[in-house]
């Protein structure tokens, strides 16, 4: 009973850090240095960082989909008009409309890749040949 409250937590920890990195990349992925999209492809390699290492080190699958989650989850609440008609994220520009398309779907691809990515730590070892 201890070590399932434990994944449980764990699963929440994981969901609120992904809600984190979600929102840091909500707000930043409309960065541009010049004409290459900075802000993008660092909220990009922040969340598969993330979701790799939640995947990592605890070996669970379901961390990986609690940070994607939790990502997917900060994206869509910042990128909402709020209700005094004020927007968090800044409306794209007439060619940087991409930018936000992407990142929309970056959490959740991240997401389903990380989480499904197949476990090779459990094949088996090749068999070797004697006599070569």
């Known amino acids: ?13 994981a969901a609120a850090i992904g809600a984190v990195y979600g929102a840091a990349g909500t707000v930043t992925q409309a960065f541009l240095l010049g004409p290459v ?9 922040g969340s ?3 979701l790799i290492a939640l995947r990592t080190l605890t070996g669970d699958r379901v961390n990986a989909l609690a940070g ?9 609440v910042f990128s ?13 520009t007439a060619g940087t ?3 936000p398309l992407v990142w929309t ?7 389903v890749l ?3 990515w197949p476990d090779f730590s459990r094949l088996p070892a090749p068999a070797r040949t004697s006599g070569s």
């Open 105 to 111: 779907v970056v959490g959740p691809a991240l997401m």
């Open 114 to 116: 990380v989480a499904l």
């Open 1 to 13: 009973m201890k070590y399932g409250i434990l994944r449980v937590v764990g699963w929440i920890v």
């Open 37 to 45: 999209p900075v802000g993008l492809l660092l909220a990009t390699v």
């Open 80 to 92: 909402q008009v709020g209700p005094g008609g004020s927007a968090i994220v800044a409306a794209p």
């Open 48 to 50: 598969a960082a993330l």
């Open 68 to 76: 994607g989650l939790g990502i997917t989850l900060a994206t869509y």
């Open 97 to 99: 409309e991409w930018i």
